[in-house]
């Protein structure tokens, strides 16, 4: 981890991301949804090691809140901390416009939930079968955590 660098997404950086998307998400975003948000206001961050994508992460920001919409790590490389990692320096880059965000999460993925809890965001709801499933639907974790 100690070459891990994070650096703004470029769109070379697609299919990689498109890549790691496609081995950690049900129903994964595709590669037109990532260029567009690459082309769009979002805020679209990698995690580079060894010149290689390993993670990625995408907020949005509107009036002074913002949104996680995306945050993934290679499955190769989970559970050493780079999620952590990630998500600290997403935290740091909206807390310099927002002051408060949020993200839904399925209610299935207990290590985000646990990431997200420990790092401060509090469950302020939920979605009813927000999220498609092989057996039908899954409900989604409303999340918001204050910036300060």
Not at 119 to 143: H, P
């Amino acid at each position: 981890m100690s070459d891990a660098t994070i650096r703004p997404m470029e769109l070379g950086d697609i299919e990689a991301v498109t890549a790691i998307e496609a081995q950690v998400s049900p129903h994964p975003w595709n590669r037109t949804q990532f260029q567009q948000s690459l082309g769009s206001s979002h805020r679209c961050w990698v995690l580079e090691s060894s010149g290689q994508v390993i993670g990625y992460y995408l907020y949005s920001l509107v009036v002074g809140e913002a949104e996680i919409l995306n945050i993934a790590v290679a499955p190769q490389r989970q559970g050493a901390g780079l999620g952590r990692l990630l998500l600290d320096h997403c935290l740091l880059e909206a807390a310099k416009k927002a002051r408060m965000i949020f993200l839904e999460v399925r209610a299935s993925n207990f290590a985000a939930i646990h990431l997200y809890l420990d790092s401060g965001f509090n469950q302020i709801g939920e979605r009813r079968d927000y999220y498609r499933t092989a057996k039908g639907s899954e409900d989604a974790l409303m999340m918001a955590k204050e910036l300060v």
